[in-house]
Protein backbone atom coordinates (compact mmCIF):
# COMPACT_ATOMS: atom_id res chain seq x y z
CA UNK A 1 0.00 0.00 0.00
CA UNK A 2 1.27 3.62 -0.68
CA UNK A 3 0.51 6.73 0.73
CA UNK A 4 -2.29 7.50 -1.17
CA UNK A 5 -4.15 5.10 1.09
CA UNK A 6 -7.40 7.49 2.10
CA UNK A 7 -9.62 5.40 4.99
CA UNK A 8 -12.47 7.00 6.53
CA UNK A 9 -14.39 6.41 9.36
CA UNK A 10 -18.45 7.74 8.98
CA UNK A 11 -20.30 6.98 11.52
CA UNK A 12 -23.82 8.56 12.15
CA UNK A 13 -24.70 10.77 15.18
CA UNK A 14 -27.98 8.72 16.26
CA UNK A 15 -26.75 7.59 19.26
CA UNK A 16 -23.46 6.39 21.41
CA UNK A 17 -20.89 4.33 19.85
CA UNK A 18 -20.47 0.77 20.94
CA UNK A 19 -17.99 -1.73 19.41
CA UNK A 20 -19.07 -2.37 16.31
CA UNK A 21 -18.44 0.74 15.02
CA UNK A 22 -14.81 1.41 17.17
CA UNK A 23 -13.84 -1.82 15.58
CA UNK A 24 -14.46 -0.14 12.41
CA UNK A 25 -12.82 2.97 12.97
CA UNK A 26 -9.88 1.35 14.46
CA UNK A 27 -9.81 -1.51 10.86
CA UNK A 28 -9.97 1.59 9.01
CA UNK A 29 -7.04 4.10 10.96
CA UNK A 30 -4.93 0.86 11.01
CA UNK A 31 -4.80 0.53 7.24
CA UNK A 32 -4.02 4.15 6.86
CA UNK A 33 -1.54 4.20 9.60
CA UNK A 34 0.20 1.28 8.13
CA UNK A 35 0.32 3.04 4.37
CA UNK A 36 1.30 5.79 5.96
CA UNK A 37 -2.35 7.66 4.51
CA UNK A 38 -4.42 9.29 5.90
CA UNK A 39 -7.55 8.81 8.26
CA UNK A 40 -10.55 11.14 7.79
CA UNK A 41 -13.56 11.33 10.02
CA UNK A 42 -16.69 12.20 8.66
CA UNK A 43 -20.28 12.87 10.59
CA UNK A 44 -23.34 11.64 8.33
CA UNK A 45 -25.99 13.49 9.57
CA UNK A 46 -28.51 13.68 6.36
CA UNK A 47 -30.96 11.56 8.48
CA UNK A 48 -31.74 14.82 10.71
CA UNK A 49 -34.99 13.13 12.12
CA UNK A 50 -32.76 10.04 13.64
CA UNK A 51 -29.95 13.08 14.88
CA UNK A 52 -29.24 12.92 18.60
CA UNK A 53 -28.10 15.64 20.60
CA UNK A 54 -24.61 15.38 21.71
CA UNK A 55 -23.45 12.34 19.27
CA UNK A 56 -21.09 14.22 17.66
CA UNK A 57 -19.03 15.10 20.75
CA UNK A 58 -19.39 11.84 21.98
CA UNK A 59 -17.66 10.49 18.46
CA UNK A 60 -14.90 12.63 18.96
CA UNK A 61 -14.40 11.86 22.58
CA UNK A 62 -14.44 8.06 21.63
CA UNK A 63 -11.92 8.32 18.77
CA UNK A 64 -10.00 10.79 21.53
CA UNK A 65 -9.60 8.34 24.03
CA UNK A 66 -8.48 5.55 21.56
CA UNK A 67 -5.80 8.18 19.98
CA UNK A 68 -8.03 7.01 17.26
CA UNK A 69 -6.99 10.54 16.44
CA UNK A 70 -7.96 11.96 12.54
CA UNK A 71 -5.57 13.19 9.98
CA UNK A 72 -8.82 15.23 8.10
CA UNK A 73 -12.38 16.35 9.85
CA UNK A 74 -14.87 15.99 10.89
CA UNK A 75 -16.61 16.61 7.73
CA UNK A 76 -20.34 17.45 8.53
CA UNK A 77 -22.28 15.72 5.09
CA UNK A 78 -25.41 18.21 6.41
CA UNK A 79 -23.07 21.31 5.28
CA UNK A 80 -21.78 19.89 1.73
CA UNK A 81 -25.97 19.94 0.35
CA UNK A 82 -24.56 22.49 -2.33
CA UNK A 83 -21.92 19.86 -3.70
CA UNK A 84 -24.86 17.21 -3.33
CA UNK A 85 -26.85 19.14 -5.60
CA UNK A 86 -23.83 19.37 -8.29
CA UNK A 87 -23.57 15.63 -8.31
CA UNK A 88 -27.08 15.58 -9.05
CA UNK A 89 -26.96 17.72 -11.76
CA UNK A 90 -24.49 15.87 -13.10
CA UNK A 91 -26.59 12.69 -13.33
CA UNK A 92 -29.49 14.22 -14.70
CA UNK A 93 -27.30 15.68 -17.22
CA UNK A 94 -26.30 12.33 -18.08
CA UNK A 95 -30.28 10.84 -18.43
CA UNK A 96 -28.96 8.81 -15.13
CA UNK A 97 -31.55 10.65 -12.69
CA UNK A 98 -35.08 12.35 -12.54
CA UNK A 99 -37.86 13.68 -10.61
CA UNK A 100 -40.34 10.86 -8.34
CA UNK A 101 -44.10 12.23 -9.26
CA UNK A 102 -45.49 9.59 -7.24
CA UNK A 103 -47.12 10.02 -3.62
CA UNK A 104 -45.95 7.24 -0.70
CA UNK A 105 -49.75 6.19 -0.89
CA UNK A 106 -48.88 5.27 -4.82
CA UNK A 107 -45.80 3.69 -4.15
CA UNK A 108 -47.29 1.80 -1.36
CA UNK A 109 -50.06 0.28 -4.03
CA UNK A 110 -47.43 -0.84 -6.00
CA UNK A 111 -45.89 -2.68 -3.23
CA UNK A 112 -48.98 -4.58 -2.56
CA UNK A 113 -49.35 -5.03 -6.52
CA UNK A 114 -45.94 -6.99 -6.06
CA UNK A 115 -46.66 -8.55 -3.27
CA UNK A 116 -50.09 -10.13 -4.85
CA UNK A 117 -48.30 -11.26 -7.79
CA UNK A 118 -46.06 -12.66 -5.48
CA UNK A 119 -42.84 -10.68 -7.23
CA UNK A 120 -40.12 -8.69 -5.48
CA UNK A 121 -40.84 -4.79 -5.36
CA UNK A 122 -38.78 -2.99 -8.17
CA UNK A 123 -39.08 0.49 -8.21
CA UNK A 124 -37.70 0.76 -12.27
CA UNK A 125 -40.71 -1.41 -13.21
CA UNK A 126 -42.62 2.02 -12.59
CA UNK A 127 -40.43 4.66 -13.47
CA UNK A 128 -41.93 7.32 -15.55
CA UNK A 129 -41.74 7.94 -19.28
CA UNK A 130 -41.71 11.28 -18.87
CA UNK A 131 -40.71 12.98 -15.70
CA UNK A 132 -41.47 16.43 -14.57
CA UNK A 133 -38.04 18.76 -14.68
CA UNK A 134 -36.51 18.72 -10.56
CA UNK A 135 -37.65 21.39 -8.65
CA UNK A 136 -36.07 20.36 -5.55
CA UNK A 137 -39.15 19.47 -3.85
CA UNK A 138 -39.61 16.46 -4.72
CA UNK A 139 -37.38 13.23 -4.66
CA UNK A 140 -34.90 12.96 -7.05
CA UNK A 141 -34.46 9.19 -8.03
CA UNK A 142 -31.56 7.38 -9.69
CA UNK A 143 -32.44 5.70 -13.07
CA UNK A 144 -30.01 2.58 -12.81
CA UNK A 145 -28.90 0.16 -15.38
CA UNK A 146 -29.37 -3.29 -14.26
CA UNK A 147 -26.62 -5.54 -15.10
CA UNK A 148 -24.44 -8.62 -13.77
CA UNK A 149 -21.41 -7.93 -11.42
CA UNK A 150 -18.25 -9.72 -9.73
CA UNK A 151 -16.97 -7.62 -7.34
CA UNK A 152 -14.00 -7.77 -5.10
CA UNK A 153 -13.69 -7.67 -1.55
CA UNK A 154 -11.08 -7.90 0.48
CA UNK A 155 -12.43 -10.19 2.76
CA UNK A 156 -15.63 -11.39 1.20
CA UNK A 157 -13.46 -12.62 -2.18
CA UNK A 158 -15.16 -12.65 -5.36
CA UNK A 159 -19.52 -11.37 -5.57
CA UNK A 160 -21.44 -12.53 -8.22
CA UNK A 161 -24.17 -10.78 -8.68
CA UNK A 162 -27.50 -10.76 -11.17
CA UNK A 163 -29.31 -7.44 -12.28
CA UNK A 164 -32.47 -8.87 -10.38
CA UNK A 165 -30.55 -6.25 -7.23
CA UNK A 166 -30.22 -3.14 -8.47
CA UNK A 167 -32.91 -0.96 -8.23
CA UNK A 168 -33.81 2.92 -8.74
CA UNK A 169 -32.96 4.37 -5.20
CA UNK A 170 -33.45 8.06 -3.96
CA UNK A 171 -30.87 10.10 -4.56
CA UNK A 172 -31.71 13.20 -3.08
CA UNK A 173 -35.19 13.58 -0.76
CA UNK A 174 -37.86 16.34 -0.57
CA UNK A 175 -35.91 17.87 2.40
CA UNK A 176 -33.45 18.42 0.15
CA UNK A 177 -31.13 16.32 2.05
CA UNK A 178 -29.22 13.33 0.33
CA UNK A 179 -29.93 9.90 1.06
CA UNK A 180 -26.54 7.74 2.36
CA UNK A 181 -26.76 5.86 -0.70
CA UNK A 182 -25.86 8.78 -2.48
CA UNK A 183 -23.56 10.96 -0.27
CA UNK A 184 -21.62 8.49 0.57
CA UNK A 185 -20.37 7.44 -2.56
CA UNK A 186 -20.06 11.63 -3.38
CA UNK A 187 -18.22 12.26 -0.29
CA UNK A 188 -15.37 9.02 -1.01
CA UNK A 189 -14.70 10.33 -4.49
CA UNK A 190 -14.54 14.16 -3.15
CA UNK A 191 -12.34 12.76 -0.63
CA UNK A 192 -10.44 10.18 -2.77
CA UNK A 193 -11.33 7.24 -0.33
CA UNK A 194 -9.02 4.28 -1.39
CA UNK A 195 -10.38 1.45 0.85
CA UNK A 196 -13.79 1.41 2.20
CA UNK A 197 -14.66 -0.19 5.14
CA UNK A 198 -17.51 -1.35 6.24
CA UNK A 199 -19.96 -4.02 8.15
CA UNK A 200 -21.76 -6.63 6.26
CA UNK A 201 -24.95 -4.77 6.38
CA UNK A 202 -23.81 -3.16 2.99
CA UNK A 203 -23.48 -5.88 0.89
CA UNK A 204 -27.00 -5.87 -0.38
CA UNK A 205 -26.28 -2.42 -1.79
CA UNK A 206 -23.09 -2.86 -3.41
CA UNK A 207 -24.83 -3.90 -6.85
CA UNK A 208 -26.32 -0.23 -6.32
CA UNK A 209 -23.38 1.36 -5.01
CA UNK A 210 -21.19 0.18 -7.94
CA UNK A 211 -24.20 1.31 -10.90
CA UNK A 212 -23.85 4.73 -9.54
CA UNK A 213 -19.95 4.54 -10.09
CA UNK A 214 -20.13 3.84 -13.44
CA UNK A 215 -23.00 6.48 -13.86
CA UNK A 216 -20.88 9.07 -12.76
CA UNK A 217 -18.04 7.87 -14.51
CA UNK A 218 -15.98 6.61 -11.55
CA UNK A 219 -13.81 3.86 -10.16
CA UNK A 220 -14.96 2.22 -7.58
CA UNK A 221 -12.76 1.99 -4.26
CA UNK A 222 -11.50 -0.84 -2.77
CA UNK A 223 -13.98 -2.98 -0.99
CA UNK A 224 -13.65 -4.04 2.88
CA UNK A 225 -16.53 -5.89 4.44
CA UNK A 226 -15.94 -6.79 7.93
CA UNK A 227 -17.61 -9.27 9.81
CA UNK A 228 -20.37 -8.75 12.21
CA UNK A 229 -19.76 -8.49 15.88
CA UNK A 230 -21.84 -11.38 17.35
CA UNK A 231 -23.62 -11.11 21.37
CA UNK A 232 -21.92 -12.99 23.75
CA UNK A 233 -24.32 -16.07 23.44
CA UNK A 234 -23.33 -15.85 19.43
CA UNK A 235 -26.61 -15.92 18.33
CA UNK A 236 -26.94 -12.70 16.90
CA UNK A 237 -25.55 -8.78 15.90
CA UNK A 238 -24.41 -6.74 18.98
CA UNK A 239 -26.66 -3.97 19.41
CA UNK A 240 -27.42 -1.06 21.67
CA UNK A 241 -31.19 -2.80 21.67
CA UNK A 242 -29.79 -5.72 23.19
CA UNK A 243 -27.70 -4.11 25.61
CA UNK A 244 -24.22 -3.10 23.98
CA UNK A 245 -22.23 -0.73 25.98
CA UNK A 246 -21.34 2.62 25.22
CA UNK A 247 -17.52 2.57 24.66
CA UNK A 248 -17.12 5.40 26.85
CA UNK A 249 -18.38 3.08 29.96
CA UNK A 250 -15.39 1.22 29.96
CA UNK A 251 -13.41 4.25 30.04
CA UNK A 252 -15.11 5.42 33.31
CA UNK A 253 -14.75 1.36 34.59
CA UNK A 254 -11.20 2.07 34.24
CA UNK A 255 -9.70 -0.10 30.86
CA UNK A 256 -6.77 1.43 29.08
CA UNK A 257 -7.18 2.87 25.57
CA UNK A 258 -4.36 0.00 24.66
CA UNK A 259 -6.37 -2.67 25.74
CA UNK A 260 -9.95 -1.78 24.47
CA UNK A 261 -7.51 -1.60 21.09
CA UNK A 262 -6.33 -5.17 21.35
CA UNK A 263 -9.38 -6.49 22.40
CA UNK A 264 -11.53 -4.97 18.94
CA UNK A 265 -8.46 -5.65 16.65
CA UNK A 266 -8.90 -9.32 17.65
CA UNK A 267 -12.49 -9.26 16.90
CA UNK A 268 -12.59 -10.68 13.58
CA UNK A 269 -8.96 -10.60 13.12
CA UNK A 270 -5.61 -12.44 13.98
CA UNK A 271 -1.76 -12.37 12.79
CA UNK A 272 -2.08 -16.37 12.27
CA UNK A 273 0.23 -16.76 15.64
CA UNK A 274 -0.75 -17.57 19.02
CA UNK A 275 -0.08 -13.83 20.36
CA UNK A 276 -2.82 -12.67 21.99
CA UNK A 277 -1.31 -9.44 23.51
CA UNK A 278 -0.57 -6.46 21.61
CA UNK A 279 1.16 -3.21 21.55
CA UNK A 280 -0.75 -0.70 19.30
CA UNK A 281 2.48 -0.04 17.15
CA UNK A 282 2.66 -4.44 16.76
CA UNK A 283 -1.01 -4.02 15.47
CA UNK A 284 0.20 -1.14 12.82
CA UNK A 285 3.22 -3.54 11.86
CA UNK A 286 0.95 -6.67 11.96
CA UNK A 287 -1.98 -5.83 10.82
CA UNK A 288 -3.07 -6.95 7.21
CA UNK A 289 -7.14 -7.37 5.43
CA UNK A 290 -6.24 -10.92 4.10
CA UNK A 291 -6.49 -11.77 7.90
CA UNK A 292 -10.02 -10.75 8.74
CA UNK A 293 -11.96 -13.39 8.69
CA UNK A 294 -15.37 -13.69 7.02
CA UNK A 295 -17.55 -15.66 10.23
CA UNK A 296 -18.64 -13.22 12.84
CA UNK A 297 -16.72 -12.71 15.88
CA UNK A 298 -17.74 -13.12 19.26
CA UNK A 299 -18.09 -10.14 22.09
CA UNK A 300 -16.56 -11.44 25.20
CA UNK A 301 -16.48 -9.32 28.52
CA UNK A 302 -14.32 -11.25 30.08
CA UNK A 303 -11.83 -11.33 27.60
CA UNK A 304 -11.46 -8.09 27.26
CA UNK A 305 -11.18 -7.96 31.32
CA UNK A 306 -8.38 -10.47 30.88
CA UNK A 307 -6.88 -8.62 28.31
CA UNK A 308 -7.15 -5.01 30.23
CA UNK A 309 -5.29 -6.83 33.29
CA UNK A 310 -2.28 -8.22 30.86
CA UNK A 311 -1.89 -4.58 30.10
CA UNK A 312 -1.95 -3.44 33.56
CA UNK A 313 0.91 -6.16 34.51
CA UNK A 314 3.32 -5.01 31.78
CA UNK A 315 2.80 -1.40 33.13
CA UNK A 316 5.28 0.65 35.41
CA UNK A 317 4.27 1.36 38.61
CA UNK A 318 4.42 4.80 38.86
CA UNK A 319 2.56 5.09 35.41
CA UNK A 320 -0.02 3.11 36.82
CA UNK A 321 -0.11 5.16 39.69
CA UNK A 322 -1.00 7.89 38.06
CA UNK A 323 -3.67 6.40 36.37
CA UNK A 324 -5.72 4.95 39.01
CA UNK A 325 -5.77 8.24 40.67
CA UNK A 326 -9.59 8.62 40.23
CA UNK A 327 -10.44 4.84 41.72
CA UNK A 328 -9.16 4.85 45.05
CA UNK A 329 -11.73 3.89 47.76
CA UNK A 330 -12.66 7.15 49.48
CA UNK A 331 -10.75 6.12 52.58
CA UNK A 332 -7.43 6.20 50.50
CA UNK A 333 -7.44 10.19 50.95
CA UNK A 334 -5.66 9.85 54.51
CA UNK A 335 -2.96 7.69 53.61
CA UNK A 336 0.51 9.00 51.60
CA UNK A 337 1.66 8.41 48.21
CA UNK A 338 4.32 6.26 49.64
CA UNK A 339 1.44 3.72 51.18
CA UNK A 340 -0.89 4.01 48.30
CA UNK A 341 2.08 2.80 45.76
CA UNK A 342 2.84 -0.08 48.11
CA UNK A 343 -0.40 -1.60 48.61
CA UNK A 344 -1.06 -0.98 44.76
CA UNK A 345 2.01 -2.85 44.49
CA UNK A 346 0.68 -5.70 45.75
CA UNK A 347 -3.02 -5.86 43.77
CA UNK A 348 -0.99 -4.93 40.29
CA UNK A 349 -1.12 -8.43 39.07
CA UNK A 350 -4.63 -8.82 40.09
CA UNK A 351 -6.02 -5.73 39.09
CA UNK A 352 -8.03 -6.38 36.06
CA UNK A 353 -9.69 -2.84 35.22
CA UNK A 354 -9.39 0.12 37.62
CA UNK A 355 -13.01 0.16 38.82
CA UNK A 356 -11.95 -2.98 41.17
CA UNK A 357 -9.71 -1.35 42.95
CA UNK A 358 -11.88 -0.07 45.81
CA UNK A 359 -12.94 -3.48 46.21
CA UNK A 360 -9.34 -5.11 46.47
CA UNK A 361 -7.67 -2.48 48.40
CA UNK A 362 -10.24 -1.15 50.84
CA UNK A 363 -9.03 -3.66 53.59
CA UNK A 364 -5.50 -1.93 53.26
CA UNK A 365 -7.45 1.43 54.41
CA UNK A 366 -9.85 0.59 56.45
CA UNK A 367 -10.53 -1.63 59.67
CA UNK A 368 -13.67 -3.28 57.72
CA UNK A 369 -16.64 -4.95 60.49
CA UNK A 370 -16.37 -8.25 61.32
CA UNK A 371 -17.89 -10.70 58.52
CA UNK A 372 -19.10 -13.80 60.20
CA UNK A 373 -19.72 -15.62 57.04
CA UNK A 374 -16.00 -15.65 55.85
CA UNK A 375 -15.57 -18.34 58.45
CA UNK A 376 -18.79 -19.95 58.70
CA UNK A 377 -18.93 -20.43 54.30
CA UNK A 378 -15.16 -20.96 54.13
CA UNK A 379 -14.73 -24.72 52.50
CA UNK A 380 -12.05 -25.50 55.24
CA UNK A 381 -12.82 -23.33 57.94
CA UNK A 382 -16.41 -24.07 58.32
CA UNK A 383 -15.17 -27.67 59.91
CA UNK A 384 -13.60 -26.40 62.89
CA UNK A 385 -15.65 -25.03 65.90
CA UNK A 386 -15.01 -21.70 67.63
CA UNK A 387 -12.88 -22.70 70.53
CA UNK A 388 -10.30 -24.84 67.46
CA UNK A 389 -10.42 -21.77 65.67
CA UNK A 390 -9.68 -19.37 68.87
CA UNK A 391 -6.74 -21.53 69.72
CA UNK A 392 -5.10 -21.09 65.90
CA UNK A 393 -5.43 -16.94 66.10
CA UNK A 394 -4.01 -16.78 69.86
CA UNK A 395 -0.63 -18.80 68.77
CA UNK A 396 -0.56 -16.58 65.81
CA UNK A 397 -1.50 -13.09 67.50
CA UNK A 398 1.35 -14.22 70.31
CA UNK A 399 4.03 -15.38 67.92
CA UNK A 400 3.22 -12.15 65.98
CA UNK A 401 3.63 -9.80 69.42
CA UNK A 402 7.83 -11.63 69.40
CA UNK A 403 8.51 -10.67 65.69
CA UNK A 404 10.61 -7.46 65.57
CA UNK A 405 11.00 -6.07 61.69
CA UNK A 406 7.49 -6.57 60.11
CA UNK A 407 8.84 -7.67 56.73
CA UNK A 408 7.59 -10.34 54.09
CA UNK A 409 10.48 -12.72 54.70
CA UNK A 410 10.43 -12.59 58.46
CA UNK A 411 6.60 -12.83 58.33
CA UNK A 412 6.83 -15.72 55.68
CA UNK A 413 9.13 -17.71 58.12
CA UNK A 414 7.09 -17.15 60.78
CA UNK A 415 3.84 -18.37 59.28
CA UNK A 416 5.58 -21.59 57.96
CA UNK A 417 7.05 -22.02 61.78
CA UNK A 418 3.08 -21.97 62.42
CA UNK A 419 2.43 -24.29 60.08
CA UNK A 420 4.67 -26.48 62.44
CA UNK A 421 3.77 -25.63 65.93
CA UNK A 422 0.20 -25.99 64.86
CA UNK A 423 -0.08 -28.89 62.59
CA UNK A 424 -2.58 -27.63 60.27
CA UNK A 425 -2.09 -26.95 56.61
CA UNK A 426 -1.87 -23.75 54.77
CA UNK A 427 -5.30 -23.57 53.56
CA UNK A 428 -6.60 -23.80 56.68
CA UNK A 429 -4.14 -21.81 58.95
CA UNK A 430 -3.27 -19.04 56.21
CA UNK A 431 -7.16 -18.45 55.47
CA UNK A 432 -8.15 -18.02 59.27
CA UNK A 433 -5.08 -15.47 59.34
CA UNK A 434 -6.26 -13.75 55.84
CA UNK A 435 -9.56 -13.65 57.00
CA UNK A 436 -8.59 -12.09 60.82
CA UNK A 437 -6.60 -9.49 59.00
CA UNK A 438 -8.28 -8.54 56.01
CA UNK A 439 -12.21 -9.41 56.22
CA UNK A 440 -11.67 -10.52 52.66
CA UNK A 441 -12.01 -13.81 51.17
CA UNK A 442 -8.55 -13.17 49.07
CA UNK A 443 -5.67 -10.82 48.94
CA UNK A 444 -2.35 -10.84 47.50
CA UNK A 445 0.25 -12.44 49.16
CA UNK A 446 -0.77 -13.16 52.89
CA UNK A 447 2.80 -12.02 54.31
CA UNK A 448 3.41 -9.17 51.96
CA UNK A 449 -0.25 -7.95 52.43
CA UNK A 450 0.77 -8.24 56.36
CA UNK A 451 3.92 -5.66 56.03
CA UNK A 452 2.45 -3.38 54.41
CA UNK A 453 -0.68 -3.27 57.15
CA UNK A 454 1.63 -3.25 59.65
CA UNK A 455 2.12 -5.17 62.74
CA UNK A 456 -0.13 -2.52 64.96
CA UNK A 457 -2.82 -3.20 62.61
CA UNK A 458 -2.39 -6.90 62.33
CA UNK A 459 -2.29 -7.58 66.15
CA UNK A 460 -5.64 -5.08 66.33
CA UNK A 461 -7.38 -7.12 63.45
CA UNK A 462 -6.23 -10.61 65.35
CA UNK A 463 -7.78 -9.11 68.34
CA UNK A 464 -10.99 -8.26 67.02
CA UNK A 465 -11.60 -11.34 65.10
CA UNK A 466 -10.67 -13.16 68.76
CA UNK A 467 -13.30 -11.39 70.29
CA UNK A 468 -15.90 -12.21 67.51
CA UNK A 469 -15.40 -16.04 67.95
Same mark, same amino acid.
Given at each position: ???????????????????????????? #???????????????????????????????????? #??????????????????????????????????????????????????????????????????????????????????????????? +??????????????????????????????????? +?????????????????????????????????????????????????????????????????????????????? #????????????????????????????????????? #????????? +???????? &????????????????????????????? &???????????????????????????????????????????????????????????????????????????????????????????????????????? &??????????????
Amino acid at each position: MSKNVHTRFAPSPTGFLHAGGMRTALFA #WLVAKQAGGQFILRIEDTDQKRKVDGAEQHIRDCLE #WLNLNPDEGPFFQSERLELYRQYAGRLIEAGRAYSDPYSPQEVQKFREQAQAEKKPFLYRNHRPENPPAWDGKTPLRFKSEPKDYTTHDEV +MGELKTGPEVIDDFILIKSDGFPTYNFAHVVDDLE +MKISHVIRGQEFLASLPNYRNLHEALGENPPTFVTVPHILNEQGNKKLSKRDGAKDILEYREQGYLPEAMINFLAALG #WNDGTEQEVFTIDELIKKFSLNRIQKSGAHFDERRLS #WLNGAHIRH +MKLDELYK &KVSGFWPKTAENYDEEYKNKVLSLVQQRL &KFFAELPELTGFFFEDLPVNPKLISEHKQLKKYDKSQLKELLEITKTELEKLAGFKADKLQETLNGLLQTTGEKPAVLFSLIRIATTQAASSPGLAETMEVLGQ &KTCLNRLGKQLQDL
